[in-house]
Every structure is written in structure tokens, then in C-alpha cells.
């Protein structure tokens, strides 16, 4: 998302309108939009926000995340005050098939208000004033209709015959005091009580009179209380006729109308009561000849004009497709097409899923595309071909088809998968498989760290994670950190490119290292926001330090780094190594830490110090032999060199305990097996301060 932005700011107008639908996920150019929205009101930040909406709304993915409604009244409206008439009402045509396609005819009915205000705006009075006065003339009890109206009127220079529609509005309002639109017509009231009055008509010499007599006649209606009960008005009636003669025979005067009609016809082409009779194809007859005679105003939805012919209905899917729908070799194009955001091939992907399920007799095909996309030469360019791979088994999966499993266990296997959105048990129990990976380990935390270098997330069971406070602050405070604050018991390693501890902890996982340490009240009340005062409590797999190195704040991995850097300075100062293997060892990388404090004892073997640390790591994760000479033979040579070693006595009280513990099987002297938060942190500020 983060750098969706970056790149977008950095595009020209002409680069971002030349770039291909479907290229960016329209989330993130929602992101983008927001973000142009901060800065200064330009005409190019204007043109930029029209370019960026024109992406989303041209690509064929039907995002469940998106609000298309507002979308496409924020392009309308925009397109329209910066007076790109014919684009806002391409614009408007475009949103009502949409909301008529996608079944929200609620929202299509606004549709056809704002449609006829933009004529308005436009300056194509006759054409708004008749759409107005069908709309009203259909719903004469409306009142949603006469705001929209007396707005609409106001601002196009009309405030009398805005006043006329306001009379009979009142009408509806002592009918109806409590409808949501009475305070808005009020204020409307206001406005037109303000601008003058009687002594300067109305210019109705640019409205057709017949259109203002049918807006005249439909206030009439309201104020007389009837109601219309035709769904489709003159003419357009007679196309639902069985006879398509009849109906043919009234083309010249629906055509004559012009664009009057139009957002009418669209409904009727998508009414869904009438799937079967002649009525849609007809009104799709009279769109497509209105299109030509203007097509400016149809080249959103041009392509579903062109497509709506014999069973085209079976083009659409839910998930894929805005306006109009896709042949399976359309589908099978984008679902393919690696320069496409891996959202949208997911969605095709559901949409082919879809029409398996709805035409049987394509499913074997589909499968077998499907499966042979697991291979496809570019499955392991990056992240999102991953995701993309997932994607496509989990449409597998839906389908059941158990033939392509051997596919699906490859791409598993070569680690071409992207195991965050599904994981092979998921798929062998959709599938009714047998099991085949093991059970998940109990004695630790499995975690979803995503690789720095190369963007994937994989999961990494670890079983202690060492959370250092310092480096939370700081990232808190906006300043840069290399590492991540969470320190896993051992390297790890991406098992895609090699890096090693450049990764970073997903966030959901380090809300489930919240719960491990403060329990789920705290987990749940740091997911919904809320302030969180609970106390740290113990936990066996996580720690919290304020780490401190070189008598600085230095997170424990660039410490160790910084370590690595001065032993190779000087590889015989054995104090660095045994200052590495404590630092090791508070972060619990304990076969590190004992690997390096026997290489401080190979550097220095007779140094008491040195012999009782390295006793101490063989005590608890070595050689316990070892760790009992090494006792003995610390205490051996401290108790002969006492006076000349101002630690001793310190040193001998630990080879004691530690020989005592040793004998009766208790973990050494270092720490004990569990330590609450703050002593462990004291504990691993005593050891580096030694």
C-alpha cells in the first residue's frame, strides 16, 4: 500500500492515465486518493483524483471492500463541476447498470435523480426537466424526488418553478412530518425565500414546453394525492407487448425522445421479470441506437451493449465484472495476466469457479487451466505470484477436484505457495483427503515472520521470543530500527532467499504475543483500541528486556553483529566471546551461546572466569560431565588464587551452587527456570554489566 502511494506520487497526469485497468488493486488506489486529497486543490490534482477513479472503476474487479456508489458519485460530480458533461453522464449511465447488475435497485433509483441533474447542469434543460418529470410522475408521493428536484432547479438558475416543485412538496410533507428529507427541503425554503422573488421569472425559454408541462402535470399528481401503479410509463409501456411489431412500431417516437428515456430503458433491459419476453431486447435495440446517434455518452458501458445479445446473462458473475460480464476466455486472460494486481486474479479466479458450478459441462476445462497455472513459469517471481498460487488451489478445492492433487502437493512441496491464505491440511480436508503433515508441536509458538529482503511471509516455530522494550520505544518515536523488537531462540533464516533475522513479526502474531504475556482481555482490548493498564504476568515462551550493550540502547541482534565485528578484530580476546554467549543466552539462542563460550575456553583455558561460564552453558544445554569438571576445576584455581582475583569469591559461590545443583538435577545457578519479566531483565543487565 505504502508504496502504491510512493509511486503514484511520483507519476505524472499522462502516466497515470496510461496505466492498464486492473494493474492496481482499487483498495490501494482508494489509498492514493485519500492522499491526493491532502494536498493543495490544484486543476492537476483535480485531473489526477478523475484518472485515479477512472482505474477503479475500468477494472473488472468487484471488490467486496469498495464502495462503488460513492465512487461513482464522486467521479460524476467531479467530472461534472469541472463541466466534463459528457464523461459525467458516461459516468452516471455506467453506475445505474452497475447498481442494476449487482441487484442494489435501491441505489439505482438515486441514479436516475442524479442523471437528470446533470442534464440540468449540463444545459440540457428539456432532457432534465423530462426525466424529472417521469421520475415524479412515477412516484408522485416521493419526497426523496422533490429535494433532489428543488436542488436541482436552484442551482440551475430556476428558483420559481424550484418554488412551484416546493408547493407541492408541502403537500407531501403534512402528510408525511417525520420523513428524513423534510429538514433538508426546509433549509432549501430558506435558501429560495433569499433570491428574488416574482419580479424576475424564470428563462424557461431554452425547456421544451412540453416537457415543462408533463413536470407541471406531475406536480398536479402530488397534489391531488395519487399514485402511480405502472412500473414503465408511455411510451416505454408498449414494448412489454408479446407482439414485436407493435412494439417496433413505436421506435421512432421513443427514439425521438433522445436521451429522455434512456436511464429508463436500462432499467427495463435488466428487469429481471421480465427475463423471457421481448421487452429487454428491445429496450437493448433502442440503446444501442441512441448510442450511436451520441456515443459519448455510452462508452462505459459500450462493451456490455456490444456483449447483451442471446444468453448473455450468463456472462455475469458476482465477483468479477462491474458493468457487463466475461466469457470464460476473457476470465481465463485475466487470471493469467502476471501484470495484474493478484486480487483481481483472484477474483477471476472465483468468477471461473462460478461458472464451472453454473455450467457443468465446463468444468473439466476449467480444472485442468486451473492446475496448469500451479506451474506456470513465473509461479515463483515474487509475493504476489505466491498469493496468487494459493488462490488458485483454494478455487481447486471449491471445485473438489481431487485429480489435480498431485499439482497442488508440488507446488506445496517446492514451497511455491503462499501458506498465510491456505495451508495443504486445509486442503486435504476440503478435498476429503487423508492427513499427511505432522501435528503441530505443542512446547512452542509458530510465527509468521515476513522476510525484509525478499517480501515473503512463511511461518517459524520458535519456542522463546525475547521482546526488547528499547527498540519498541524507539520505533514508537518514528526513529529508524534495523531488526525487529521481537527476538526469535534462534536465526532465522528465509527459506526463500537465504536472509538471515531480516524479518519482521506480522502484526496479528504480535498481538498473540500480547495475550501470552497479558493475557486475551489485553490482546482484545489492544485489537479494538482501547487502553490497556494490565500487568505484564509470566509466560514460558516470551521475555521483555531493555537491552543495553556497549553501555548503550543496542538491539540484541546488532549486538551480536557488533560482537561478530570486534572478535574478528581480535579473535583472541576471549572476554568478547563470553560476553556474546551471555548476550546468546538471554535471548535463549542457547546452542550459539555454547558454542561460543567453549571458543572463549579454547582462546583462554586456564582463566577460572572463562572455565566457570562455560561450566555454567554445559551445566543446562551440554555436556553435564564437562560442566562438573569445569566446576571443579574453577574452584581448584580460584581458591588458590583468591587474593588476586577481586571477583573470586563470587566466582567460587557460583561454581558451588552450580556443582550442588548439578548433583541434584536442578538447572545451574544462572537462573532459574523461569523468571518473571523484570528479574530476567535485571539478570541480563548484571551479565552484560560483568
Known sequence: MKNTKIRFQRMGLEEIRSQPPGKWSGSDLLDVLDDLRQAERAEETWAKEIAIRSLILHSPDHSEIIDYNAVYFDQTLVLESTEKFDASIATAYAALVYHLQHDERSNAYTW???????????????????????????????????????????????????????????????????????????????????????????NLSAIDPQALADLRTAFALTRAGRQNTDEYLPPLAVLLDEDPNRAIDHDDEILAQGQVLVPELLF???????????????????????????????????????????????????????????????????????????????????????RANDHPQERAEIVAFLSDLLSRPEAEANVDEETVTACLIGNLADLGAVETYPAIEAAFAEDRVDVQMLDLDFVQEKLGLPRTTPPRRKDGLYLNLTCKRCGRTRPHFVQHVTIDIGSQERRAEGRPIRYDPHVMDREIICPKCGARDAYELRPMDALHLIAETQGLGSWLRMATGDADSSPVRPSPYVTRIKSVIFDRPMHPLEGLAEYRRRIRRNPQNADLRVRMSMLLRVIHRFPESLETIRQAYEVRPTDPEVMVFRALAEHDFGDKDAAQELYESALSRLLRSARRLPQASELVGIAEDGLHALAAGRPSPWQPQYLSAEEEAALAGRDRRR
Open 112 to 202: 436516475l435523480r442524479q442523471i437528470a441533474g446533470t442534464f440540468l447542469a449540463a444545459g440540457e434543460m428539456s432532457v432534465g426537466i423530462a426525466q424529472f418529470a417521469r421520475i415524479v410522475r412515477g412516484e408522485p408521493g416521493n419526497l426523496s424526488n422533490y429535494y433532489t428536484l428543488i436542488t436541482a432547479l436552484d442551482q440551475t438558475g430556476l428558483p420559481v418553478l424550484a418554488r412551484e416543485a416546493l408547493a407541492a412538496a408541502d403537500v407531501l410533507m403534512e402528510q408525511q412530518p417525520d420523513d428524513s428529507n423534510a429538514p433538508h427541503i426546509e433549509r432549501l425554503r430558506e435558501s429560495l425565500s433569499e433570491s428574488n422573488g416574482e419580479d424576475n421569472p424564470d
Open 268 to 354: 427495463l433491459a435488466w428487469d429481471e421479470e421480465l427475463y423471457g419476453t421481448p421487452a429487454p431486447e428491445h429496450a437493448l435495440r433502442l440503446l444501442r441506437s441512441l448510442r450511436d446517434r451520441r456515443p459519448a455518452l455510452f462508452v462505459d458501458i459500450d462493451r456490455w451493449l456490444q456483449q447483451a445479445k442471446g444468453d448473455w446473462r450468463d456472462l455475469l458473475s458476482t465477483r468479477f465484472g462491474l458493468v457487463g460480464g466475461y466469457s470464460q476466455s476473457e476470465l481465463r486472460e485475466w487470471v493469467a495476466n502476471a501484470g495484474c494486481d493478484w486480487m483481481l486474479r483472484s477474483a477471476t479466479g472465483d468468477a471461473l469457479v462460478q
